[in-house]
């Protein structure tokens, strides 16, 4: 297939490509990063690579290379500005975002896999249900919703292009940005220190990103299949717990407790039947190996 992948030199976008491309799929890049400066692994990855060094807000720089390229499936992962959640940024990604989607329509592109995020369920407890599409709880969870509702006015529905929305959950893994939970965690550890954890006892839905990567891909060859999915493990794990284990793996005695009496101020997860039925997906890495998988990546890029 001919995959339209945006965000690709990012931490989960880095690893669609490689999927793509091992299987065999041609795939069209659009980067602010050209192919020499991109990741390692991107810029000296092999297969069928077509790159566009340009911004996403200029249609008139990668126009003509998509009508040629004329995608089966675009992959939309890019979100400039992470965690700049600020209105201005919110609605430039925004205003980005609808104007690729409106180019690639009148193109005739059938199939959209759009990155979410579990944010916008807007809940703080209990299970997040992937028939519930919740609402806005801030400009970054707005922005989202309107791309969202947008899609639903355009594609989705009979004789119209299909669209998968994808709700991202608490994505780590290797290469994840080092002011995100668990690299500041390990990192810590690593060096002696006791991680400053404000609010051990909440409790996130954690996911690894090689998981992520396989249900991004898996939806992009489904170009039938339309609706709203959640990506997440299925259940909450608390930041304590997290700490005990990376604690337990580096073999330290740095630990962090909190008092079990004490309400945690979020605690949610993941339903995941539906992306079961109908892609075939259940997360593969638990959270002790995810955690293992990277405190290596770190190690090996401290040397």
């Given amino acids: 297939m001919r995959i339209l992948l945006t965000g690709a030199t990012g931490f989960v976008g880095r690893r669609v490509a490689y999927r793509l491309l091992s ?6 890049i659009i980067s602010r990063r050209s192919r020499e400066d991109a990741p390692q692994e991107l810029a000296t990855a092999s297969g069928s690579i077509n790159w566009v060094v340009g911004e996403l807000s200029d249609t008139d720089i990668y126009r003509s290379r998509i009508k040629d390229f004329c995608p089966d499936v675009v992959v939309h992962l890019a979100w400039e500005g992470i965690p700049d959640f600020s209105f201005t940024r919110s609605l430039g990604n925004l205003q980005d975002s609808l104007g690729l989607f409106d180019l690639l329509l009148s193109l005739s592109c059938k199939h959209f896999v759009i990155a979410g995020t579990c944010l916008e369920v807007g809940k703080k407890y209990g299970p997040c249900p992937e028939g519930h ?5 801030d400009d970054f969870t707005w922005a989202k919703h309107s791309l969202r509702e947008w899609l639903n006015l355009r594609a989705g529905g009979v004789g119209q292009p299909s669209f998968a929305w994808l709700r991202l959950f608490y994505v780590y893994g290797p290469n994840q940005r ?9 990192n810590d550890m690593i060096a002696g220190r006791k991680p400053n954890i404000r609010q051990p006892g909440n409790r996130n839905d954690f996911i690894f990103v090689d998981d992520v990567a396989e249900a991004l891909t898996i939806a992009a060859l489904q170009p039938n299949v339309s609706g709203v999915y959640n990506v997440g493990s299925g259940f909450s794990t608390s930041v304590a717990e ?8 580096i073999g ?5 407790s909190c008092d079990i009496r004490e309400k945690a101020a979020v605690d949610f997860w993941a339903e995941i039947n539906r992306i079961q039925t109908d892609f075939g997906w259940k997360p593969k890495t638990n959270l002790r190996l995810g955690i293992e998988a990277t405190l290596k990546a770190l190690r090996e890029s401290a040397v």
């Fill in 23 to 28: 299987e065999g799929h041609e795939i069209l």
């Fill in 133 to 137: 599409c919740g609402s806005p709880v």
């Fill in 178 to 186: 080092p002011g995100s939970l668990i690299p500041t965690i390990l």
């Fill in 242 to 249: 997290v700490c005990s284990m990376a604690s337990d793996i």
């Fill in 252 to 256: 330290n005695d740095t630990t962090i």
